[in-house]
């Protein structure tokens, strides 16, 4: 049996035999068709046309542009049909047939390919019509329309040749809109229209209304390889292969006078979800004239007003539609004369906040499941409560100076603050908002990066330090500005041809990764909103997996809580020593020439530790804290080797000009001090520190490391649990790639643990467990799970060890090439490499419950909060996964949509 080209919308049951289920229908005949053929078949009303298959299309791009003979062929049988049932003739002067050609894909790609109006007219078809009208005015402005759609469309012209001679033609008549032209002047302005085609393609304006068709229909197809198109689909995702449908449909006509309109409606309002028809409309007016913004559009209410039986009908067909689709629709409809069509209808696009209360509320309706209103609702969407945004008007307007990587969502506005001191100063004594703009961040930049309402870097990648932190504290974030230099000396950050001074404005949208020059005005959403809590609360109910939080500081662990976190699954203490009283306590440990030495820094140090873990313990009474070791290398706690050469230089041409013996002594005291410095710095520097002397290593070579942290940490429960709190303890070794390394941890935390119990008369319930990060610790889990009593996967470290890529380097250099260029289908940073470092996490999730079936597992990387990752953890039986505090309200909608996925439950669809 030949191949069907073209079907007819009533042939809707033939499409689905051929296609199977009704999302290979929508493959066929592409959204706009499908819809189509489905409205007319529910008894809506729908002009009566026909759809070229999306097969079509991709035959006609593989036959490099020639039209298949078949295909045109069964179009003009189609044709032929449709004026059967118009009992019009396409191209009759006494009794014509106008037809609309418009693109539709299975996607819906709003305004990204092409449609052409009023086929069918030429110089006799028009004459013919003012006879039968009585009306040139409406006649010479359809034809027009024609010609202008077509030049632009099928022959490339640019729009704005036509539209200056419909200026020039209001001025000459003296009206301020189109809508005042006369007939008179319309048809002047299409004798313009078709020298214009003439003089800038070489060919006349069609008069066969069959050539007019064919290349309508051939410049639709084009028009999928379009530009615009595939950028399009390459922000949404959207494949290249599916090709786009031609939809072939009578003309019905809302500029033939005042009891004509045309409009786009939605069935809820699409920014806050509020039931009811939202849209604009004109009258006397053609489709385009309300999306092109040629005219000022009317509201539903004065529709309401002028046409309410159309406006009523309107409303019923809205609300039939949604039961229909069991979805927010987006309807094009046009009144004729007092009679309403519809040209279009399709799952409306909605804010976040729409969403949210669309879903929620359909399930109140009974439209859609619990369940299915948890597939609805998309994680990213979520986010969007949790983040100030740039107000949208403003940022379109504003100028885009640089973009990077969208590392941390939201929006910040700000000073420029060119280092962590500044940051701090004008944000704590000058009252001022700050962005701060660094090369990129270091842990000794962490409080003005918690005084910045913003952080950009010009180096750096999504796992960097800034962006980490970032997220940790909710700061909206963009790394990686490509092209952006900062000058530290002449306090200037350059991008292109724009010059920011230090204390001039920027504003930052963390969620794109742009950064604007100058203070735009935000708008905060509410995380407390009524419909995300429903929706969030059903989440809860259909998940397996756990949602705890990385949270280092007390406020952090009060944020998640709040936000549904079950427990802390990293508490990194290396952050807690930058505070300002602690780093130079730190700085003493690690410059110490004796053990004694050490052992009197890390007992300054320990009090301000077991404070800081009892706030902790006491905001999550009753919840598990998870505790990591000390992680990074001591050099990390140091000034840079090159800031101290450059600070000693600075010093030593400083004594030069000397006079006062006080002076030369004073600046001979730092000189010494900054040498002793150095030689530390270079005593501790390695070729590759980040697999280097850190966690476990640094403490098995320094006991008195973890001897410190673990009193401190048993001290605080200790206390905690005499206060009534319920203080739930999970010590984590980081960086153990051997069972030995583990046991020689254990021995000391079990040993501290015993003394602080008898020394305080309480009994701590407490576990010890381990970062599996790096390969080896994978692979032999089963060794590592007989001594551990827990394991989470440190994701960021175990993706550089398994790829062998810097995570800091690599996301700024070839890493992105290789996403663009597709060698890599994602950031393996940002989504879990499912096949190598997943591979990884599976073996070790069945060794280590071979050894000790009652394992706990979880995730406390950085994939712990993206989408997709959640889905692998849920399928691999990880027990929790941790993730920044702002991400947790996402990952309880992304671990319910795992598990409903797990189970079968299919996203709501189409009333059958």
Not at 108 to 121: A, I, R
Not at 875 to 893: E, H, I, K, N, Q
Request: aromatic share 6%; proline share 4%.
């Amino acid at each position: 049996m030949a191949k069907k080209w073209v079907y007819l919308f009533r042939e809707i049951e033939e499409a689905e035999d051929y296609a199977g289920d009704w999302d290979s229908v929508r493959g066929l005949l592409g959204g706009k068709g499908a819809n189509l053929a489905d409205m007319a078949r529910i008894g809506v009303p729908v002009p009566p046309g026909f759809t070229v298959t999306t097969e079509a299309c991709i035959a006609y791009l593989e036959s490099e542009n020639e039209f298949p003979e078949e295909i045109w062929e069964e179009e003009q049988a189609a044709l032929r049909r449709i004026e059967e049932k118009a009992g019009k003739r396409f191209g009759d002067a006494s009794n014509p047939l106008l037809v609309s050609c418009r693109s539709g894909a299975k996607f819906s790609m709003p305004g990204m390919m092409d449609t052409v109006l009023n086929l069918g007219m030429n110089d006799e078809v028009a004459q013919g019509m003012v006879e039968l009208t009585g009306d040139p005015r409406f006649v010479y402005d359809s034809y027009r329309r024609l010609i202008q759609m077509f030049g632009a469309v099928v022959r490339g012209m640019r729009d704005e040749v036509f539209e200056d001679v419909i200026e020039e033609r209001q001025r000459v008549a003296g009206v301020d809109s189109d809508s005042q032209l006369s007939g008179e002047d319309w048809e002047e302005v299409t004798r313009r229209f078709k020298k214009l085609v003439r003089s800038y393609t070489g060919f006349d304006f069609p008069q066969d209304p069959l050539e007019q068709l064919r290349s309508a229909s051939e410049a639709v197809f084009k028009s999928w390889q379009g530009k615009r198109a595939v950028d399009y689909r390459n922000a949404a995702d959207i494949p290249h292969d599916l090709g786009t449908a031609v939809n072939i449909q009578t003309m019905v006509f809302g500029n033939m006078g005042e009891d004509c309109a045309t409009g786009v409606a939605m069935s809820r309002n699409p920014s806050t979800g509020e039931p009811g028809v939202e849209g604009d409309f004109l009258i006397n007016a053609q489709g385009e004239d309300v999306v092109a913004g040629i005219r000022p559009t009317l509201s539903m209410d004065v529709m309401a007003e002028k046409m309410p039986e159309a406006y009523a009908e309107l409303t019923e067909i809205a609300e039939k539609l949604e039961q229909h689709y069991r979805d927010m629709q987006d309807m094009e409809f046009t009144v004729e004369h007092g009679t309403l069509w519809l040209l279009q209808t399709r799952d409306g696009k909605r804010t976040a906040q729409a969403e949210v209360r669309i879903a929620v509320e359909m399930v109140d309706e009974g439209l859609l499941t619990q369940e299915q209103a948890l597939l609805r609702v998309a994680p990213e969407q979520v986010d969007f409560f949790l983040h100030p945004q740039l107000e949208e008007d403003a940022r379109r307007s504003a100028q885009l100076i640089g973009q990077g990587l969208n590392v941390s969502p939201g929006a910040a506005v700000g000073v420029v603050a060119l280092d962590a001191d500044t940051a701090e100063r004008w944000a704590k004594e000058e009252e001022k908002d700050v962005i701060m703009v660094r090369p990129e961040t270091r842990p000794d930049d962490v409080h003005g990066m918690l005084a910045a309402q913003g952080i950009v870097t010009s180096r750096g990648g999504r796992t960097s330090h800034a962006a980490l932190v970032a997220r940790q504290f909710g700061k909206p974030a963009v790394v990686g500005v490509e092209g952006m230099e900062i000058d530290l000396d002449a306090r200037v950050v350059r991008v292109g041809d724009v010059t920011v001074r230090e204390g001039e404005a920027l504003s930052i949208d963390g969620l794109r990764g742009d950064v604007y020059l100058g203070e735009l005005p935000t708008v905060v959403p509410d995380i407390q909103d009524e419909w995300l809590t429903r929706l969030l609360e059903w989440a809860d109910e259909a998940r397996r997996l756990e949602v705890w939080a990385n949270a280092d500081y007390p406020q952090d662990a009060q944020r998640a809580r709040e936000y549904g976190a079950q427990g802390i699954g990293l508490c990194r203490t290396e952050h807690m020593f930058f505070e300002e009283d602690r780093l130079p306590l730190m700085r003493r440990m690690i410059m110490s020439r004796t053990r004694t030495e050490r052992e009197e820094a890390l007992d300054a140090l320990l009090p301000h530790q077991q404070s800081d873990f009892q706030e902790l313990f006491q905001v999550m009474d009753g919840l598990p804290v998870v505790i990591r070791l000390l992680d990074p290398p001591l050099h990390e706690f140091l000034p840079t080797y090159e800031d101290l050469l450059r600070t000693l230089s600075d010093l030593k041409l400083r004594l030069q000009h000397l006079s006062s013996l006080g002076e030369v002594d004073d600046t001979l005291a730092q000189i010494r001090e900054k040498q002793d410095l150095l030689e530390r710095i270079v005593a501790l520097r390695e070729e590759n520190p980040m697999l280097g002397t850190r966690g476990v290593r640094l403490a098995i070579l320094y006991p008195e490391l973890v001897r410190m942290q673990a009193q401190a940490i048993f001290q605080a429960a200790a206390r905690a649990i005499r206060e009534e709190v319920d203080a739930r303890v999970e010590i984590m070794v980081p960086l153990v790639s051997h069972v030995n390394e583990f046991k020689a941890q254990f021995r000391e935390i079990e040993a501290q643990a015993r003394a602080v119990m008898e020394e305080h008369d309480v009994e701590i319930p407490y576990e010890v467990g381990t970062m599996i990060e790096v390969p080896r610790a994978a692979l032999t889990a089963h060794e590592i799970a007989a001594e551990a009593e827990f394991f989470s996967f440190g994701t960021n470290d175990l993706t550089q060890t398994v790829f062998g890529i810097s995570r800091d380097d690599g996301e700024v250099g070839f890493l992105m090439h290789y996403v663009e260029r597709r060698i890599l289908e994602d950031n393996p940073f940002s989504t879990l490499d499912v096949p190598g470092v997943g591979g990884l996490m599976e073996i070790a999730v069945e060794r280590g419950r071979e050894a000790r079936p009652e394992l706990k597992i979880g995730i406390c990387g950085e994939h712990g909060g993206d989408p997709r990752s959640v889905t692998f953890c849920h399928g691999a039986g990880l027990d929790y996964v941790s993730c920044s505090p702002f991400r947790v309200p996402v990952t309880r909608l992304s671990a319910a949509q795992a598990a409903l996925r797990e189970a079968g439950v299919e996203p709501a669809g189409r009333d059958e």
